[in-house]
């Protein structure tokens, strides 16, 4: 459920897979840590693929298509994203050291590929004015089922502000969910409730949040944190809404 992960001498990070570690998340997510000129393929048989730049200075290559990306880190950049369907082979080039996570999932749909950009996501500043700011994060969505309703697949990034929490009030959904944190100090940390378990958070760590378990986060005073949200729709259920625990609706009155 949840996982302290380190990169392997390759420079890869297995988070889950759908045939393998975590795999009732339904989906294979990978982080790379790349080396200056390092190139990495990606063409998946019958799954549709998100590369995701978290820090660096890369290239993507895909059909006749060539984009540049930089991104000094992910709290002062907006992202860069590649969506490609199955079948689809992505070259990606490191032009200086960097990272991305990568997150598939099985999708016989054909779709046209897509790669966002900042003025492509919808970015929402929460919990500002409610419970005197203690829950104030930014929440950036990339695709989801209403811009994307062609995948199986939803991909974002939350900042959450030091010594406040996220993923609030707690709330749950059927679908599985993963997240993938980093902090702005390697020593920051924080704390992931899932369902009735509490695990610490620390730099490069991941939770895979089975569905229907309450899942809020919250970060130590002085260490702002980041988590990529990835969720996996399920058939003929897709991610659109949050289940809120009834326990806790009082708080939006508030």
Same mark, same amino acid.
């Given at each position: 459920?949840?996982?302290?992960?380190? $990169?392997? #001498?390759?420079?890869?990070?297995?988070?889950?897979?759908?045939?393998?570690?975590?795999?009732?998340?339904?989906?294979?997510?990978?982080?790379?840590?790349?080396? #200056?000129?390092?190139?990495?393929?990606?063409?998946?048989?019958?799954? =549709?693929?998100?590369?995701?730049? !978290?820090?660096?200075?890369?290239?993507?290559? +895909?059909?006749? /298509?060539? =984009?540049?990306?930089?991104?000094?880190?992910?709290?002062?950049?907006?992202?860069?994203?590649?969506?490609?369907?199955?079948?689809?082979?992505?070259?990606?080039?490191? !032009?200086?050291?960097?990272?991305?996570?990568?997150?598939?999932?099985?999708?016989?749909? #054909?779709?046209?590929?897509?790669?966002?950009?900042?003025?492509?996501?919808?970015?929402? !500043?929460?919990?500002?004015?409610?419970?005197?700011?203690?829950? /104030?994060?930014?929440?950036?969505?990339?695709?989801?089922?209403? @811009?994307?309703?062609?995948? @199986?697949?939803?991909?974002?990034?939350?900042?959450?502000?030091?010594?406040? +929490?996220?993923? *609030?009030?707690? %709330?749950? %959904?059927?679908?599985? #969910?993963?997240?993938?944190? /980093? $902090?702005?100090? &390697?020593?920051?940390?924080?704390?992931?409730?899932?369902?009735?378990?509490? $695990? /610490?958070?620390?730099?490069?760590?991941?939770?895979?949040?089975?569905?229907?378990?309450? %899942?809020?986060?919250?970060?130590?005073?002085?260490? @702002?944190? *980041?988590?990529? +949200?990835?969720?996996?729709?399920? &058939? @003929?259920?897709?991610?659109?809404?949050?289940?809120?625990? &009834?326990?806790?609706? +009082?708080?939006?009155?508030?």
């Amino acid at each position: 459920m949840f996982d302290y992960l380190s $990169f392997d #001498e390759c420079g890869k990070k297995i988070v889950s897979r759908i045939d393998g570690i975590n795999q009732d998340m339904l989906m294979d997510i990978t982080v790379y840590r790349m080396k #200056e000129g390092q190139c990495l393929d990606f063409q998946e048989s019958g799954k =549709e693929t998100a590369i995701l730049l !978290l820090q660096g200075n890369i290239s993507y290559e +895909w059909e006749t /298509k060539k =984009e540049t990306a930089i991104r000094s880190d992910v709290f002062s950049e907006a992202p860069y994203c590649l969506h490609v369907c199955k079948d689809t082979k992505v070259l990606v080039t490191a !032009l200086a050291e960097s990272e991305i996570i990568v997150q598939a999932t099985l999708n016989e749909k #054909e779709f046209n590929s897509v790669f966002y950009q900042s003025k492509d996501c919808k970015i929402e !500043l929460m919990g500002e004015t409610q419970w005197e700011g203690t829950a /104030k994060r930014e929440v950036l969505t990339i695709f989801d089922y209403f @811009n994307a309703p062609y995948s @199986n697949m939803v991909i974002g990034e939350v900042i959450t502000k030091a010594g406040r +929490w996220s993923s *609030y009030i707690p %709330h749950s %959904h059927p679908q599985p #969910e993963v997240y993938y944190y /980093k $902090f702005e100090k &390697p020593q920051g940390f924080g704390a992931a409730f899932i369902g009735e378990d509490v $695990f /610490k958070v620390a730099e490069g760590s991941a939770a895979s949040i089975p569905g229907g378990l309450t %899942h809020p986060q919250t970060a130590a005073p002085g260490y @702002n944190m *980041y988590y990529c +949200w990835m969720i996996r729709h399920l &058939p @003929n259920q897709p991610w659109t809404s949050r289940d809120n625990d &009834p326990v806790h609706t +009082w708080l939006l009155e508030q």
